[in-house]
Every structure is written in structure tokens, then in C-alpha cells.
């Protein structure tokens, strides 16, 4: 795809819906889901003689995200207006933030398709507005306009054309998507879409220094259809220029039902837009001071929890990754981590493994989950004291799933004790071995392999209950000479 003559080049703008209650700039309420045209205000709608008021609750919000992203938080910033017409922005312009925004010059890391750590440059992150909706479905021949979401406030990040290649842009999004969801910024929905982005994207020989051209694409609203959009777009330019044609620099339509990119408006300049400072509204000054305050909230960050997850827990690398992506899972494994003497790569294994198998099967969020981190740890401190084996404790697990109980009930009621009486053991065995004549012979002849086909007999006359080891070690010694 990226074959060695080319090189692709990738720089992302994310919109992420903030979650406050009301709009940036009115009192109308952010919630998603309502009866279209329900929710937009007077304000939002941009009526003649009204004045747009900040809510201060954005400015904490963007210079949080500023902070955990190593960048610079203004103590000055500007609102401007972005003048276009669209039928679901009836002021005719979004209030935006365009040569001072709140935040400039942040960076994160993400993993490199060598695994190395690889950084990648935030330009700026700016406050802005949210326009409506036009809706097409299920009418004929017109269409609708929802402005419920004006004046909703977006934080716009923009990253630098740090990215080469579709699974670094993805890496990069989900990095940002962690990061809003552990600040508690943004729910970061993205099938609501409280969380997008618009890929530029462009290819040049590899080895050059300069820029290609790039296309803008739109409406990617999930990490599958990014992959798939900028392999499509990348193909497309490789193409063109391979066939003696230029790529020009325009904004194009990810269609997912089709797989492909489409023109969709040949790319405006910023003098089209005719930004100047909005005169209702102040310049957002804030103190060092409030900085500080603000920097005082920052939760422990992801990369920050996934080194302390490894050099805390001894939990690998990708584990820890994988548990401190979201910050509830995270807290899942400490609680359970600490109600149970069991390692915490057992917790880790448990969490990954049954657990979040069992969410996926019923689409729930961890914060859903019918095994409490309580229950999950009372249960693997069975596994731990050898109560159970890590076979029988799936059975278990469904049950405290289905409601039956702690895992002691469940062990109790169904009668689920591993079985760890040495003689109790033996008896079986000596069972097995007489029931299995050739095959004890053919073991003791030299067909080692045949130890599993014992044990496996063991594990049925004893309903799974013997303790594997045990079972093994009196197996061997009746069975050798
Ligand atoms: P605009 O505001 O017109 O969309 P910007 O210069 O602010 O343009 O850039 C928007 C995004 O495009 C940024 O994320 C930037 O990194 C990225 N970008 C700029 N030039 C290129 C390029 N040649 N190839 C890929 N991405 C690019
Ligand atoms: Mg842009």
C-alpha cells in the first residue's frame, strides 16, 4: 500500500464535543436525542440583537486538555467570526478562535509500526461552536435542518503532518480520544458524533523534503472508517501522479457504503471566510494563577498510569496498555487488584480475558458490568488458595454473571471444590489406568504424548474438579516404571 517509492503524509483536525450542560455561548441545554429544533435558542440561532455570553466552563475544560497535552495555555485568546453561508448555520457565521487560540504547540506520543515511541505535534486546540444539522433521511425530495446542535461547544485540535501512514492517524486519534475521556472533557461518542475528524492527507516521493498536495476528507465518524478512507485517498493520489496527473487540493467525501472519496468542494482559503474578531464577545484572559488551579485537577494520564500499572503491578507492556486505555477499566483492575491476594497478571488476564468478553457479548461498558471488581477478586482469590481451578472459575464467573451469588455461594451451591485429597485423586487414577489398558501400555512403551489423554479422563470422572497438578504428578508416578 505504502509501497517504498511513495510516502504518505497525514495531519488530522478532531473535533471533540465538550460536555458541558449548556452551549458555549447560551443557557440552551447540549443534551443529544432531543426533538429536532427543540433546543436551539435565540442566541444560538443568532436573532438580531442578542449577545452571546462565554461559558466559563469550556475555558477550564480546553486548558485542561492544553495541560495534559504538554502545550501552551493563552493567557489571551481570541474569539473571530468565520463568515460562510450553509443552511444549518443561520447566523451566517460560527464563532471560532483563528489567530489566538486557547491552546498552541502540545505533542503526545503514540507507538510507531516498529513499536518505537514517536512523537506527534499538536499545532493548536481552539474553542469553537457547532452548527446544525441538515437531515435527508426519510424525506422526499427536501431536506431538514436540526439546529439542536448550534452553539454546542467543540474543542477543534489540530495535530502537524506528523503522521505517515493510516495506522499511525488512528493511533493518534485514539491517543487524543483516551486523553478527553480520562479528562472527562468529552464523552468522545463518536456514533453521536461527539468525537470526529477530517484527515488531510498527501503523498510524495519518498526522500523529498516539501509537501505534496493534500485533500481534505470529511465525515469520518468511526477508527475503521479513517483506516479505510485514507488507504482509499492514498491509492487515489498514488495513481494520479503515477499516470502524469496532478492531485489537487480539495475537500472529499469519505462515502462508506461505496469504500471511496469524493470531491466535494474544492478547498477554500482562510480569506474566504473573512475571520474577524467578534465583537460581542471579550477576549478570554486568563491568570497564571487559574492555570495553576486548573493543572491542580489534572487526573493521573494515561501514559503516566500504563509505566505505573507496569512498574506497580509487574504487568507487560501491552497490557498495561490495553487496561489504562480507559480510565474506568483502569480503576476496575486497582479495585479489584486490591481486594485480592491473587497476582495482578491473574486480575489483568481476568479483566481481558472472560470479563470483557462477557461485556462485548451484551454491548455493555465496564461501568455496566454484572461481575462487580468485588466479585471478580473474591473469585480469583479462589483460583489463588486452590479452591477452584482457572477451568471451573469460568463456570463460576458465568454464574456470578447471571446473578447466582459470590463466587463461594456459586462454589457451595453447585458443589465446584476442586479436589486436592491426594487419596481421592488416586482412586480415580488407578480407575482410569484400569479402564485404559492398551493405552497405559503404549504410554509406558514410550507414547508420552499419551499423558494428556489420561488427564483428560481424570478431568471427566472428576467433573473437572481435580486439581490439574495433582493429577498430573500421581498420573506420572502410577503410570512410570
Ligand atoms: P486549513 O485550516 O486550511 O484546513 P491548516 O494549515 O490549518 O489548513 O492544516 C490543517 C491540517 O492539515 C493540519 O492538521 C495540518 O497538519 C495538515 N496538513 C497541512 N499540510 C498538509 C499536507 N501537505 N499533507 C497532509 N496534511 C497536511
Ligand atoms: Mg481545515
Known amino acids: 500500500m505504502t509501497g517504498s517509492a511513495w510516502e504518505v503524509v497525514i495531519g488530522l483536525e478532531i473535533h471533540a464535543q465538550l460536555a458541558t450542560r449548556s452551549k458555549i455561548f447560551s443557557g440552551a441545554s447540549t443534551a443529544y436525542g432531543a426533538e429536532p429544533n427543540t433546543q436551539a435558542c435565540l442566541v444560538d440561532l443568532g436573532y438580531p440583537g442578542v449577545l452571546p455570553v462565554l461559558n466559563e466552563e469550556v475555558v477550564r475544560m480546553a486548558a485542561m486538555f492544553g495541560l495534559a497535552v504538554n502545550a501552551a495555555v493563552a493567557p489571551r485568546s481570541v474569539f473571530a467570526r468565520k463568515n460562510y453561508f450553509y443552511p444549518d448555520l443561520p447566523k451566517g457565521y460560527q464563532i471560532s478562535q483563528y489567530e489566538l487560540p486557547i491552546v498552541e504547540h502540545g505533542e503526545l506520543y503514540i507507538e510507531d509500526a516498529d513499536g518505537n515511541e514517536k512523537r506527534i505535534g499538536i499545532t493548536r486546540a481552539h474553542l469553537e461552536e457547532d452548527a446544525g444539522k441538515s437531515i435527508h433521511e426519510g424525506l422526499d425530495k427536501s431536506s431538514g435542518i436540526d439546529l439542536n446542535r448550534t452553539g454546542t461547544p467543540l474543542l477543534e485540535i489540530v495535530s502537524e503532518p506528523d503522521m505517515r501512514s493510516a495506522k499511525e492517524a488512528i493511533a493518534y486519534m485514539r491517543k487524543i480520544h483516551t486523553i478527553v475521556r480520562y479528562l472527562g472533557i468529552s464523552d468522545g461518542n463518536m456514533q453521536e458524533g461527539s468525537f470526529r475528524c477530517d484527515a488531510n492527507v498527501s503523498v510524495r516521493p519518498r526522500g523529498q523534503e516539501e509537501f505534496g498536495t493534500r485533500a481534505e476528507l470529511k465525515n469520518l465518524n468511526s477508527f475503521r472508517f479513517i483506516e479505510k478512507a485514507i488507504n482509499f485517498e492514498v491509492e487515489r493520489q498514488i495513481e494520479l501522479i503515477e499516470e502524469g496527473r496532478e492531485v489537487v487540493q480539495e475537500t472529499r467525501l469519505y462515502d462508506s457504503d461505496r469504500d471511496e472519496t469524493r470531491p466535494m468542494r474544492s478547498k477554500e482559503e482562510a480569506n474566504d471566510y473573512r475571520y474577524f474578531p467578534d465583537p460581542d464577545l471579550l477576549p478570554v484572559e486568563i491568570s497564571a494563577e487559574y492555570i495553576e488551579s486548573v493543572r491542580q485537577q489534572l487526573p493521573e494520564l494515561p ?55 462477557a461485556l462485548n457479548r451484551e454491548g455493555l461498558e465496564i461501568g455496566d458490568s454484572k461481575v462487580s471488581a468485588a466479585e471478580l477478586a473474591g473469585m480469583l482469590s479462589r483460583i489463588h488458595d486452590s479452591t477452584i481451578s482457572g477451568k471451573i472459575a469460568k463456570q463460576v464467573f458465568e454464574a456470578i454473571w447471571g446473578g447466582e451469588g459470590t463466587a463461594d455461594a456459586v462454589i457451595e451451591a453447585k458443589g465446584l471444590k476442586q479436589i486436592t485429597d491426594s487419596s481421592a485423586i488416586e482412586a480415580v487414577v ?34 473437572g474438579q481435580a486439581n490439574p497438578a495433582q493429577v498430573n504428578q500421581i498420573l506420572k508416578d502410577k503410570l512410570g516404571n
Open 303 to 357: 501514559d503516566a498510569k500504563k509505566q505505573r500499572f507496569v512498574a506497580e503491578y509487574g504487568l507487560r507492556d501491552e497490557d498495561a496498555g490495553i487496561l489504562t486505555a480507559s480510565r474506568a477499566v483502569a480503576d476496575y483492575f486497582e479495585d479489584a487488584a486490591a481486594a485480592t491476594e491473587a497476582p495482578a497478571q491473574l486480575v489483568a488476564n481476568w479483566i481481558m480475558g472472560e470479563l470483557s468478553g
Open 430 to 463: 488407578d480407575k482410569v489406568i484400569a479402564a485404559n489398558p492398551s493405552q497405559a501400555a503404549d504410554y509406558r512403551a514410550g507414547k508420552d504424548k499419551l499423558i494428556g489423554y489420561f488427564v483428560g479422563q481424570v478431568m471427566k470422572e472428576t467433573r
